[in-house]
């Protein structure tokens, strides 16, 4: 709803969402896919504004909004919105896209669930589901709606935060060119899975009290859709070589159906370093260090 009085902007960062768990449970007869999943955020992200009281639209800008074609989730989002309560006061979106699309670490879901938050800022006195939106909008938004380190399940419509998860210093490696938008359903057509109606919540999260012991809880699961994405796109191992042979690399994962992996180093001064090196060697992927974590 357009309103006279314009708000302040509000500013929301839809940060990167990385797999570091993912086990695929089955098929649903709908074809959505069952999954259990510990997520967490990384410390780098897109920024999102949104001018409550404008005209409702969508601008892009940044390194990668040349690379958005089709339809735009944030305008589905907004036209969900509206459906939803026609007195909601929406405005105008502003994204700079400062993440890689296609890329298996939900820049498009963080996207749309930061204008959520943001809307639902701007909207205070209004009561709608604010979840069931999100969970129609995709199985990421979810879990990017909440932005906190969570175990997720069921088709990602399930989320329950997870208090007190380790941070972790990591460097993210995406190659561009191995990002084709239709690559998700690739990946998940070379599984052989079971149907199934629904899952159950997954165990609860053992103690992981520090990094270490995090990381052998990731390694005792890992990402069940890693094989079948190097064999969708074979660069993808080369990424996980590249990151396993770099000195303090301590794991090496893929973030859903990828293309995008990450290691896991010692410190943040070590993943700095690391990718200085592999940008020197490797200058048409885009890497970052960072950390995960709340």
Known sequence: MLLPTRQAVIAERARAKINLTLRVIGRRADGYHLLESLIAFADVGDEVRVRPGTAPS???????????????????????????????????????????????????SADAAAVLRAVRRANPERSIDWESIAASLGADVSV??????????????????????????????CPLAAAPLQKTKSVFRQLSLPVADDSEPPAPLPGVADAAALLAHMRSIGNDLRQAAQAVMPVCAEVEAALAALPDCRYVSL????????????????????????????????????????
């Open 255 to 294: 973030s859903g159906a990828g293309p995008t992996s990450y290691g896991v180093f010692d410190d943040d001064d070590a993943a700095r370093a690391a990718a200085e090196h592999l940008r020197t060697h490797h200058p048409d992927w885009w890497i970052t260090a960072t950390t995960l974590g709340d």
């Open 58 to 108: 969508v601008s892009m800008s940044g390194s990668y909004a040349g690379a958005i074609t089709g339809g735009n989730l944030i305008d589905t989002t907004l036209d969900r919105l509206a459906a939803a309560d026609p007195q909601l006061v929406l405005g105008a979106v502003e994204v700079e896209k400062r993440l890689p699309i296609a890329a298996g670490i939900g820049g498009g």
């Open 144 to 173: 990017c709606l909440v932005d906190r380190s969570s175990l997720v399940w069921g088709v990602g419509e399930h989320v329950a935060p997870v208090a007190s998860l380790p941070r972790l210093s990591v460097v993210l490696v």
